[in-house]
């Protein structure tokens, strides 16, 4: 990630750096929303809950998928062990 320091860039107020402290600001030009000024404290926050749900989601992803595979050559692997089991009891 790039970083500037604070007097190479536009003049920010005081209250503006404090106030981004505290909540993401949204700088706009021309009217458009262009940049979000955070703390690098809200900044690593924000990071945490998106590895956190990324998380969760393929987590939930690998969950399905085991429930919905099977072992391939699963049928025949149980028909064999049903064998060897037959051939105990014998």
Known sequence: ?????LD??????????A???QEPILL?????PDY????VQKYHELIQQLEALENLV???LAEKSL????M????RFLAELQKLAALEET
Not at 1 to 5: D, E, K, P, T
């Open 36 to 39: 979000v000024l955070m703390s």
């Open 67 to 70: 429930q919905s595979s099977s």
């Open 28 to 32: 706009t030009e021309d009217t458009h």
């Open 19 to 21: 106030q981004a402290k």
């Open 72 to 75: 391939v050559g699963s049928e």
């Open 1 to 5: 990630m790039q970083h500037y320091s």
């Open 58 to 60: 393929w987590g939930e």
């Open 8 to 17: 190479k860039v536009a003049p920010l107020s005081e209250e503006m750096l």
